[in-house]
């Protein structure tokens, strides 16, 4: 079974800083996809960020970069010129590359504090 | 809709009663995912429907959960004979599709999910 791993529970970065979360996986697959998910008080999931693992280059959208490093099962979340709106819950999420359902598998979350 | 959405949003109710959770996934989205998610921990799959078919009900914790899905739309979470420990918020997601790995056709949409308490 899949299981992925956020060992940072709670987080705290100044506004304009950089911060990196964390987030490491356990799989036996070579294909799948990597998610970063956030959560903010309103309960709705918003996707982050996404990862093909057959793809060596880093994905990236706008301040939100991953470190994607396939062989140390590590998938880490580095959000650049922190803002006050990114406060919120960040979850990690793995889904195996097949077309049976898709569902996905979260990790326990890191609370992100942004302080002004 | 222009959402997923889910009704209610959030429900009290006594140990030991039946509650139904509802999920109306994007308009023409074929598979939709229940996902429950206790305090402060992260979301655990519960069922996958495709149409209204649920090839992979694996996460229902119990018999006292069943899912169902008419029409290959709305949705329902039945809890029948709550327990304390079924309190959660329960999340529904709904994707084109769940039968192809292009992430651009699966991507799942989240509703806001249901905050269910069991006194």
């Known amino acids: 079974a899949q299981t992925v791993t956020q060992s940072q529970p709670e987080m705290s970065v100044q506004e304009a800083e950089t911060v990196t979360l964390s987030c490491t996986y356990d799989t036996s697959e070579s294909d799948y996809y990597l998610f970063w998910y956030k959560q903010p008080p309103s309960r709705q999931m918003i996707l982050v960020i996404r990862?093909?693992?057959?793809?060596?280059q880093n994905a990236t959208e706008n301040r939100f970069s991953v470190n994607f490093q396939k062989a140390a099962k590590s998938f880490s979340l580095k959000i650049s010129d922190s803002q006050l709106g990114d406060a919120a819950m960040y979850f990690c999420a793995y889904r195996i590359w097949d077309n049976a359902g898709n569902m996905l598998t979260f990790g326990g979350g890191t609370r992100l504090m942004v302080k002004p | 809709g222009a959402g997923v959405s889910q009704s209610p949003s959030n429900k009290v109710t006594e140990k030991g009663k039946d509650v139904e959770l509802r999920c109306d996934p994007i308009?023409?989205?074929?598979?939709l995912y229940w996902y429950r998610q206790s305090l402060g921990q992260g979301l655990e799959f519960l069922i996958y429907f495709q149409g209204n078919s649920a090839p992979d009900k694996s996460g229902l914790p119990s018999d006292r959960f069943s899912a169902e899905r008419t029409g290959g739309s709305v949705s329902t979470l039945t809890i029948q004979r709550t327990q304390q420990e079924d309190s959660a918020v329960y999340l529904c997601a709904s994707s084109l599709s769940g039968l192809v790995a292009e992430p651009q056709l699966n991507e799942q949409f989240f509703g806001p999910g249901t905050r269910l308490t069991v006194l």
């Open positions: 308009s023409g989205h074929t598979a």
């Open positions: 990862q093909e693992a057959y793809k060596q």
